[in-house]
């Protein structure tokens, strides 16, 4: 019969053992949280030129001129598996793209809402001059950070009068104007160069809105929604889903092609 002491000594060290296995998840989490992902997405870099100095964003179209553009924003993680696989979606439906890197443009300079404004303009003028797609509508649209980051510059008093609408994935309730590491850990933007989003509702007149919920996610919030006008956006939910809206899936991918049409078609509020 082994000694109760030596049984106690074994459960010591397994529970040791636990505890440093857990640990090292917890560290790898958190990492992966904070830091970028430095996934190479297989877009053409084209370089705009802004106040604030230069940037890149990743262009993505087939062949053919497209039915419009979309500016796509990244997760605070920066480029991902996630916006990839939506960007060769869009090109497949005959779209361009311009993916935005939110990351890397908090990462590279301190901005504010005109700033913001100013590149997502670029951004989409330098994806309209490099398809041909002439007076196309546009789209800003995002995954988190990036539906965040659409909605302020959306709202900025310069946006592209080719603007129709805002395809919006898991946003909160408020965004910054740049990204802090109380972001990254997934805590509410509070204090200076943060904004609600609900405080720029009176700026998108003739912006339809379409707001993809995923049923699983603590993160997003609907709630600004309620200070639109009715008839000017939908709240589409996935109920299965979690944050990265069952990893951009077809389920996703479909409704987001209803809301685009439904955004061309929708009669003002």
């Known amino acids: ?79 991902s598996y996630w916006e990839e696989r939506v960007a060769k979606h869009l090109v497949a439906k005959h779209y361009a793209v311009a993916g935005w890197d939110c990351r890397k443009f908090a990462d590279s300079r301190h901005y504010n809402q005109a700033e913001l404004g100013a590149g997502f303009q670029a ?7 490099r398809s ?31 603007l129709v609408g805002l395809l919006l994935a898991a946003p909160g309730e408020h965004g910054r104007y740049g990204i802090t590491a109380s972001d990254l850990l997934g805590m509410e933007p509070y204090g200076t160069g943060t904004f609600a989003l609900a405080e720029f509702s009176r700026k998108l007149g003739g912006i339809r809105v379409a707001q993809f919920s995923a049923g699983l ?26 944050h990265d809206m069952g990893g951009a899936g077809d389920e996703f991918l479909r409704k987001l092609d209803e809301a685009m049409q439904w955004s061309l078609i929708a009669p003002n509020p």
């Open 123 to 129: 951004a989409a003028a330098v994806g309209r001059k």
């Open 217 to 242: 996610d603590p993160l997003d919030n609907a709630k600004w929604l309620k200070t639109l006008p009715k008839g000017s956006y939908q709240l589409i939910k996935l109920p299965l889903c979690l």
């Open 1 to 79: 019969m082994t000694p109760l002491p030596i049984k106690r000594r074994w459960l010591h060290r397994t529970l040791a053992v636990l505890a440093v296995i857990l640990l090292a998840l917890l560290v790898k989490f958190i990492l992966h949280l904070v830091l970028p992902r430095n996934y190479k997405g297989s877009g053409e870099a084209l370089s705009i030129q802004l106040p604030s100095g230069r940037f890149e964003v990743l262009y993505y179209n087939g062949d053919e001129v497209p039915l419009g553009i979309v500016v796509l924003g990244t997760g605070d993680g920066g480029w």
């Open 132 to 162: 041909g797609a002439g007076d196309a509508p546009l789209w800003y649209g995002g995954w988190s950070t990036g539906a965040e980051q659409s909605v302020a510059a959306a709202a900025d008093s310069h946006r592209p009068p080719e």
